[in-house]
Structure formats: C-alpha cells, structure tokens
C-alpha cells in the first residue's frame, strides 16, 4: 500500500509560480509511474501531468504544456509539479497518483493522495 500526501498547494497571483510535492510512503514508489490530476468545482478529475517510473519520460495535457513541469526525487520518495505563469483556469483541488502503468486516464492508477488546493486569482 502506498500512502500519497500532496504539499505546496495556496494562494497566488496569476501569472505567479507554485511547487506541488507529493511525498510517498514506501520505498516501492520507485516502481510506480506518477500522474497529477486536478478538479475544480462543478467538473471532473482531469489529467495534467504524468512521468515514468525512472523519470525519463513525461507527458502533459496541451493546456500547461511549457508552464508545468513534473520530476520525481527517488532519493526522498518525493514527485513534484512545478507551476509557472499560473493562469485563474488552473485553480482546482490537485492530486497525485500512483499507477504500475499509468497513463491520462484515472483508473489507471491504484493509488491517490487528498489533494491539495491551488487557487489562482486574476
């Protein structure tokens, strides 16, 4: 069983930076691919960002393609999602996943954190 805890989540302006941490709580972590997704009020859980079990392949959805960034720490169990020139769009409770084969969709995941909250204000 591996635990997800999501971290780094606030308030920013738009046009503003924000890191999202998600720590894991088994050394296991390594053989999972990570995703994060994202849901806002009123719609449903959608993909952003998702990287390989080593790290060496990513991939995004279109809309934070060259402003989001996902990497992953083995050393501290940790994957993060660094966010740049954050837009009022981007506001929405984020969480990690854990997945042996992960790919856009959520039930291709086995694991997830809580979530954590990004809000954006234009």
């Known amino acids: 069983q591996v635990q997800l805890v999501e971290s780094g989540g606030g308030l920013v302006q738009a046009g503003g930076s924000l890191r999202l941490s998600c720590a894991a709580s088994?050394?296991?972590?390594?053989?999972?691919?990570m995703g994060w997704f994202r849901q806002a009020p009123g719609k449903g859980r959608e993909f952003v960002a998702v990287i390989n079990w080593s790290g060496s392949n990513t991939y995004y959805k279109d809309s934070v393609k060259g402003r989001f960034t996902i990497s992953r720490d083995h050393a501290k169990n940790t994957v993060y999602l660094q966010m740049s020139s954050l837009k009022p769009e981007d506001s929405a409770i984020y969480y990690c996943a854990a997945g042996r084969s992960p790919t856009t969709t959520p039930v291709t995941y086995e694991f997830w954190g809580r979530g954590t909250q990004v809000t954006v204000s234009s």
């Open positions: 088994e050394r296991t972590f390594i053989n999972y691919g």
